[in-house]
């Protein structure tokens, strides 16, 4: 009986041993390392899964083999990181088996020799497999190309080769499979969001917004995808708010996670016709983006406009954004002061306002001009926007 009550005590401590190095390795990571997106790194679930089946191997290296898969109850675990997932929970129970194996006696030297090679060898091509990328702040931005500006890419050995839209079905409201592939040479913005998600809900209002702006463009396709566990509480929500577009939920929220290469909900992707995606979280700042075809195809490939001249923003006033508007007097604001613009740059926007159906435009003002005889010449760099926001780029002069 007492033999029974302590292999049963050291199977629950294996198991809170494994929690325990959870714990333990998430709170540096996410707040002292600063990993970015750290829970879906393949490799640090490796890790975790490693090291707690390695202490938990340890105090149960004397408990009976019979018992041991109790052990593997922990792996429960890896669900709420979202890590519980074909192939990955594979691999999971591969390096759960090793480490506990190589805890035991009845595995000789040389087998836990070959064991920790080949769980090395994997460990190594997870590690680089993934970038590993440094926050240097609270969260990651992006500029207008997807380009970090607030964080150091430690390494990154993936091909920069285009995101094609995965391989993926859903189900429709009548829950009927659908295949995002079977919409053909379209432009997609795709929303991924649930009914508990709170901040899901509180942008759906900006999000119809965004529908109901580009309504007449047949060329765009809105696909909102719910991560719902409960799909009938799903489909009284969109029977209810009946929201624009395709309603689509996914039928495995951590397989649509890591196919998406989500790190959390809500998120937005951008798809082009050619079906290359990139991720866009700023509902707002994809207004510019969907307008033009061009431009989103620049932004989803990194491609930056190059500039006539080189444009060195040390060299240019920061100006401060100017709403369109039909009259052809425009001023631009620097210093505290305001000075009306050349009537050949009024005569510019005007035209602009008109072709681009933009709202706003970003101008940089050469801070010293060109003297030409009798003439003062600045240069202007021009950007324009449909949103009150825009990150500083390279612009044509």
């Known amino acids: 009986m007492n033999f029974f009550l302590i292999t049963i005590s050291k199977i629950i401590l294996g ?5 325990i190095i959870f714990i333990a390795l998430v709170y540096p990571v996410d707040r002292i390392l600063q990993i970015h997106q750290y829970d879906q790194l393949k490799w640090f679930a490796l890790l975790i899964c490693t090291l707690g089946f390695y202490i938990s191997g340890l105090i149960n290296k004397k408990t009976p083999l019979k018992l041991i898969p109790l052990l ?13 997932y074909f192939p990955l929970i594979y691999f999971l129970v591969l390096f759960a088996t090793i480490s506990l194996l190589v805890t035991r006696k009845e595995v000789n030297k040389t087998m836990k020799l070959a064991l920790l090679t080949v769980m090395g060898g994997l ?3 997870f590690l680089f497999s993934q970038p590993l990328i440094i ?20 390494w990154d050995f993936t091909e920069k080769k285009r995101k094609l839209l995965p391989e993926s079905i859903f189900l429709d409201s009548k829950f009927v499979p659908f295949d995002l592939k079977s919409i053909k040479n379209k432009t997609l913005y795709i929303s991924f969001w649930a009914t508990w ?24 396709v809105f696909i909102d995808i719910s991560v719902d566990g409960n799909k009938e509480k799903w489909k009284e929500y969109i029977e209810s708010n009946k929201p624009s577009g395709i309603q689509l939920i996914s039928k495995d929220y951590a397989k649509t996670r890591n196919l998406f290469e989500l790190s959390g909900i809500p998120a937005h992707l951008v798809v082009n016709s ?4 990139i991720k866009k979280r700023s509902i707002d700042q994809v207004y510019y983006l969907l307008s033009d075809s061009t431009k989103l195809d620049n932004f989803i490939n990194g491609m930056q406009r190059k500039a006539v001249k080189k ?5 240019f006033r920061t100006v401060k954004y100017i709403k369109l508007d039909s009259t052809k007097t425009i ?25 681009e159906k933009t709202s706003f435009v970003k101008l940089q003002v050469e801070r010293k001009p060109i003297l030409n005889k009798d003439s003062i010449i600045y240069k202007i760099g021009v950007n324009i926007s449909n949103i009150e926001t825009l990150e500083d780029i390279q612009t044509d002069d």
């Open 15 to 19: 198991i809170l041993s494994i929690i």
């Open 72 to 84: 593997y109850i922990s792996l429960l675990l890896f669900i709420p990181m979202r890590c519980f």
């Open 135 to 154: 926050r240097q702040g609270e969260s990651i931005k992006l500029d207008q190309y997807g380009k970090l500006i607030n964080g150091k890419i430690v």
């Open 331 to 355: 001023y631009y604001t620097t210093d505290g002061k305001n000075r009306l613009l050349a009537p050949q740059v009024n005569t510019f926007l005007d035209t602009l306002r008109k072709m």
């Open 123 to 125: 460990f190594v091509y």
């Open 274 to 277: 050619k079906g290359e995606f």
């Open 311 to 315: 444009f060195t923003i040390e060299n």
């Open 197 to 220: 998600c709170g901040p899901c809900r509180a942008e759906k209002p900006q999000l119809e917004k965004l529908k109901s702006y580009f309504k007449n463009n047949l060329n765009i």
